[in-house]
Nanobody
């Protein structure tokens, strides 16, 4: 059974940093595209960053502040978040694809496996 488990969320002040982790179990994440999404109350779930094929992708709103990485040996994906802003407050989810996909990295439909989420709250 495939499981994705996020951790590392918390409450920080604006300008602070957090690092999220996503541990995959039940399969090897090697060869799978993986991404981070977030969802604020009353808003759609949006793509934040992804490791897509051989490249990394970022939403415009986080480019230059967030860094996505993966340790294949540990089956773990990370999201380093710096210079956090109140608008970054959301539930953050990790996700992984299964097989070839035609949807773009920022589309929820590209991903098959999802974690339960970890809350990030940034105060001003």
């Amino acid at each position: 059974q495939v499981q994705l488990v996020e951790s590392g969320g918390g409450s920080v002040q604006a300008g602070g940093s957090l690092t999220l982790s996503c541990v995959a179990s039940g399969y090897s994440s090697r060869g799978y595209n993986m991404g981070w999404f977030r969802q604020a109350p009353g808003k759609e779930r949006e793509g934040v960053a992804a490791i897509w094929d051989v490249s990394t992708e970022y939403a415009t709103s986080v480019k230059g502040r967030f860094t996505i990485s993966r340790d294949s040996a540990k089956n773990t994906m990370y999201l380093q978040m710096n210079s956090l802003k109140p608008e970054d407050t959301a539930m953050y989810y990790c996700a992984a694809t299964r097989g070839p996909v035609s949807a773009p990295w920022w589309s929820k439909t590209a991903y098959y496996y999802w974690g339960q989420g970890t809350q990030v709250t940034v105060s001003s």
